[in-house]
């Protein structure tokens, strides 16, 4: 049986949806009898993947040749909208010269430093908010370097989803969440030179 095949593979987001025919359609039978001892658990598996894949699709991973090597990035959006045309994104960046940077990056807007962004607000998976220290590059870049990037990446790697607050131009201040479970630390495969 198919739905067998699926769950020996471990295609668990198949198997639930071939279980889930089986027992809709031929309710009372033997094979729908069967599946259903096992279909339970196979719902839940189904589902905790389906959600990792949405999680892995949520991230963008870019490799650029850069003088010296190459700058490994991966990106991700955050999950609420901002207003207007403002989005943000997270980025965790590998460069062959600057080393690895996390930042977040605004299209459409500006970060707000005015009151400070010396210290962020950073909270992993609704756990409470730890301060991060933050700058603002001299260039004048839309972006919002999380300086302690090797703690930040750490916790990212444990964790499910992140919250940082911070002030935006016009827009006032901001808790911007991100759905980092997805997160696939192989595919920024450069060494940190920081």
């Known amino acids: 049986m198919l739905y067998e095949q699926m769950r020996a593979n471990g295609s668990w987001d198949v198997a639930r949806t071939l279980g889930n025919e ?15 001892r096992t279909l339970d658990d196979v719902r839940a598996k189904g589902t905790a993947q389906a959600q990792q894949k949405r999680l892995a699709r949520l991230w963008a991973y870019t490799a650029t040749p850069e ?7 991966a990106a991700i959006p955050s999950k609420n909208t901002l207003g207007g045309q403002a989005t943000v994104r997270l980025v965790l960046r590998q460069h062959p010269k600057w080393g690895q940077s996390v930042y ?11 009151k400070g962004c010396a210290t962020l607000p950073v909270s992993f998976d609704g756990a409470p908010a730890q301060r991060m220290k933050a700058t603002i590059p001299p260039t004048g870049e839309p972006a919002l370097f999380i300086d302690d990037d090797r703690d930040f990446i750490a916790k990212l790697q444990k964790a499910q989803t992140v919250a940082v607050t911070a002030t935006l131009s016009e827009l006032g201040e901001k808790s911007l969440e991100f759905e980092i479970g997805g997160y696939d630390p192989a595919k920024l495969p450069g060494k940190p030179k920081k």
């Open 22 to 36: 089986v027992v809709d359609k031929f309710a009372g039978t033997r094979a729908a009898a069967q599946v259903q």
């Open 67 to 73: 003088a010296g090597g190459t700058q490994y990035a």
């Open 104 to 114: 977040l990056l605004l299209d459409g807007a500006r970060f707000d430093c005015r």
